[in-house]
């Protein structure tokens, strides 16, 4: 097992540690041990990071002057391939990402979204014309700006934590803002790095600082409750979303928040490979940590006990092979640590009180190591009432709903709180587009569509969040509209 280099502070230029000298153990999920230490942020520490950013945005020309952002934000892209390896290693000592896991979600999709915002950055419009308009006896000339909105604070979660970093903090360095990144505590390092290849790159102080703490939530109430933070982007749970929305209200913040899901795939009875949609359902990827994983599966009344079969088959086939460290073609882990894992281990208890079926898995692994480890759990016989139906459980728990018709599908995927992702399977282009149509959720794969990637803006409807990250809607997101009119000669 690696040991990792302590992640450092990055306030106004200066990589450093916490105030005090203060440090953190940073527990890896595969082992329960730790493997490595991180700052701990004091409250001084925060305020110093808040001060800096805001000075940097305000007296220097970091929001003006496009070609010096786009030349640094670039050349940091060139610094985080350099360091691939080392991001390997972050992801996987610290999120617990499976080794297969690391060049999808967890790495390279992250620098692949990278590349995405460089591409589609030309394309933000930074003036609109509005032509003129006669009234009041004169004629008057309007034209809307588009300018950075100011400070940010960038609160970011542990499940693929590079990917959300890069998905803040590029996008609001591009637009002009300067900002405060402040990672998890489970996955300090891969916010520290921000501010390590920062200062390689050669960043003015201020523009980027990185803050983290043992306390979950220090440093975010300060960020959310502090006047000179103009914007919080946020991601991670429904519940400490509507808190950011409560406390960045006395200063009328604006807040971007990508929040929960619990996301149905819906095979009608017409997919081409039945057997094949179902099986593929099974949420192994990551231990099931991820905000817009598919967790609810809804199958054809008609086809129930067939699908049921199927997934049986299917989970007893993946069997033993996750949970080890060193095996490339695993994809699957722990979940990030014992608090998860009694969490999701809870919520199994519950679906069995509740009357539901164990298909596959429902226990702890402690064989497979001194981390957190859990097998993939597949749940039948599951009524969309049932709490494990209706709650994210942020773990490898898969329910399977059975359906009377499209009408009923579609009823069923809409009953929910959240409405981030999810999928519809067909042989029928026309009637997959109709389902996916009706479901009330900010991205739908149609037939295996890929429906989330760095050119395309990605966001959640209801208790899934406020706002778009990714793709040009992405940038835009740190942007304000000026309207400037004046009275033509």
Same mark, same amino acid.
């Given at each position: 097992?690696?040991?990792?280099?302590?992640?450092?502070?990055?306030?106004?230029?200066?990589?450093?540690?916490?105030e005090?000298?203060?440090?953190?153990?940073?527990?890896?999920?595969?082992?329960?041990?730790?493997?490595?230490?991180?700052?701990?942020?004091?409250?001084?520490?925060?305020?110093?990071?808040?001060?800096?950013?805001?000075?940097?945005?305000?007296?220097t020309?970091?929001?003006?002057?496009?070609?010096?952002?786009?030349?640094?934000?670039?050349?940091?892209?060139?610094?985080?391939?350099?360091?691939?390896?080392?991001?390997?290693?972050?992801?996987?000592?610290?999120?617990?990402?499976?080794?297969?896991?690391?060049?999808?979600?967890?790495?390279?999709?992250?620098?692949?979204?990278?590349?995405?915002?460089?591409?589609?950055f030309?394309?933000?419009?930074?003036?609109?014309?509005y032509?003129?308009?006669?009234?009041y006896?004169?004629e008057?000339?309007?034209?809307?700006v588009?300018?950075?909105?100011?400070?940010?604070?960038?609160?970011?979660?542990?499940?693929?934590?590079?990917?959300?970093?890069?998905?803040?903090?590029?996008?609001?360095?591009?637009?002009?803002?300067?900002?405060?990144?402040?990672?998890a505590?489970?996955?300090p390092?891969?916010?520290?790095?921000?501010?390590?290849?920062?200062?390689?790159a050669?960043f003015?102080?201020?523009?980027?600082n990185?803050?983290?703490?043992?306390?979950?939530?220090?440093?975010?109430?300060?960020?959310?409750q502090?006047p000179?933070?103009?914007?919080?982007?946020f991601?991670?749970?429904?519940?400490?979303?509507?808190r950011?929305?409560?406390?960045?209200?006395?200063?009328?913040?604006?807040?971007?928040?990508?929040?929960?899901g619990?996301?149905?795939?819906?095979?009608?009875?017409?997919?081409?490979?039945f057997?094949?949609?179902v099986?593929?359902?099974?949420?192994?990827?990551?231990?099931?940590?991820?905000c817009?994983?598919?967790?609810?599966?809804?199958?054809?009344?008609?086809?129930?006990?067939?699908?049921?079969?199927?997934?049986?088959?299917?989970?007893?086939?993946?069997?033993?092979?996750?949970?080890?460290?060193?095996?490339?073609?695993?994809?699957?882990?722990?979940?990030?640590?014992?608090?998860?894992?009694?969490?999701?281990?809870?919520?199994?208890?519950l679906?069995?009180?509740?009357?539901?079926?164990?298909?596959?898995?429902?226990?702890?692994?402690?064989?497979?190591?001194?981390?957190?480890?859990?097998?993939?759990?597949?749940?039948?016989?599951?009524?969309?009432?049932?709490?494990?139906?209706?709650?994210?459980?942020?773990?490898?728990?898969?329910?399977v709903i059975?359906?009377?018709?499209? =009408?009923? +599908?579609? $009823? *069923?995927?809409?009953? #929910?709180?959240?409405g981030l992702? &999810?999928?519809?399977?067909? !042989? @029928? %282009?026309?009637?997959?587009? =109709?389902? +996916?149509? $009706? *479901?009330?959720?900010? #991205?739908?794969?149609?037939?295996? &569509?890929?429906?989330?990637? !760095? @050119? %395309?803006?990605?966001?959640?409807?209801? +208790?899934?969040?406020?706002?778009?990250?990714?793709?040009?809607?992405?940038?835009?997101?740190?942007?304000?509209t000026? %309207?400037?009119?004046?009275?033509?000669?």
């Amino acid at each position: 097992m690696t040991s990792l280099p302590d992640a450092k502070l990055y306030i106004d230029g200066v990589l450093r540690g916490a105030e005090g000298g203060k440090t953190f153990d940073v527990i890896s999920p595969w082992t329960g041990e730790p493997v490595g230490k991180a700052a701990d942020a004091s409250a001084a520490d925060v305020e110093a990071a808040i001060a800096a950013a805001r000075r940097a945005f305000d007296e220097t020309d970091w929001s003006t002057n496009v070609e010096k952002r786009v030349a640094l934000v670039t050349k940091l892209r060139a610094l985080f391939e350099a360091n691939k390896e080392r991001l390997s290693d972050l992801a996987r000592n610290e999120a617990g990402a499976a080794w297969g896991a690391v060049g999808r979600a967890h790495v390279d999709m992250a620098l692949d979204g990278w590349d995405d915002y460089l591409k589609v950055f030309p394309e933000v419009r930074w003036e609109k014309d509005y032509g003129s308009r006669h009234g009041y006896g004169f004629e008057t000339v309007r034209k809307a700006v588009y300018e950075p909105v100011g400070v940010v604070g960038a609160i970011t979660p542990w499940n693929v934590p590079l990917y959300v970093n890069v998905g803040k903090v590029v996008a609001a360095l591009l637009a002009g803002c300067t900002l405060i990144l402040k990672p998890a505590p489970n996955t300090p390092g891969m916010g520290a790095i921000f501010g390590e290849l920062a200062k390689e790159a050669g960043f003015p102080p201020g523009v980027i600082n990185v803050v983290f703490g043992a306390d979950p939530a220090l440093a975010g109430e300060m960020l959310v409750q502090d006047p000179r933070v103009d914007l919080i982007s946020f991601t991670g749970s429904t519940g400490v979303g509507k808190r950011i929305m409560e406390q960045g209200a006395a200063s009328l913040k604006r807040v971007f928040l990508e929040l929960g899901g619990k996301s149905a795939k819906i095979v009608l009875d017409d997919a081409p490979n039945f057997a094949m949609e179902v099986a593929q359902a099974m949420l192994v990827f990551h231990a099931g940590q991820g905000c817009a994983v598919q967790s609810r599966l809804l199958v054809p009344k008609s086809r129930y006990e067939e699908a049921k079969g199927i997934l049986k088959h299917a989970y007893g086939s993946f069997g033993d092979n996750w949970g080890v460290f060193d095996d490339p073609k695993h994809i699957m882990g722990p979940v990030v640590s014992k608090r998860q894992m009694e969490r999701v281990l809870s919520y199994i208890e519950l679906g069995k009180e509740e009357g539901a079926t164990l298909l596959a898995g429902g226990k702890a692994r402690p064989d497979k190591g001194g981390g957190y480890f859990i097998e993939p759990t597949c749940f039948g016989d599951v009524t969309n009432d049932m709490r494990i139906a209706q709650e994210e459980i942020f773990g490898p728990v898969l329910v399977v709903i059975p359906f009377e018709d499209d =009408n009923d +599908a579609i $009823r *069923i995927a809409n009953e #929910s709180a959240y409405g981030l992702s &999810g999928g519809v399977s067909s !042989g @029928d %282009l026309d009637r997959a587009m =109709n389902v +996916a149509k $009706r *479901i009330r959720s900010g #991205s739908i794969s149609v037939n295996g &569509g890929m429906c989330i990637a !760095g @050119d %395309l803006p990605f966001g959640g409807y209801k +208790a899934s969040g406020v706002g778009r990250e990714w793709g040009l809607e992405g940038i835009e997101e740190f942007l304000e509209t000026k %309207l400037i009119a004046w009275r033509a000669a």
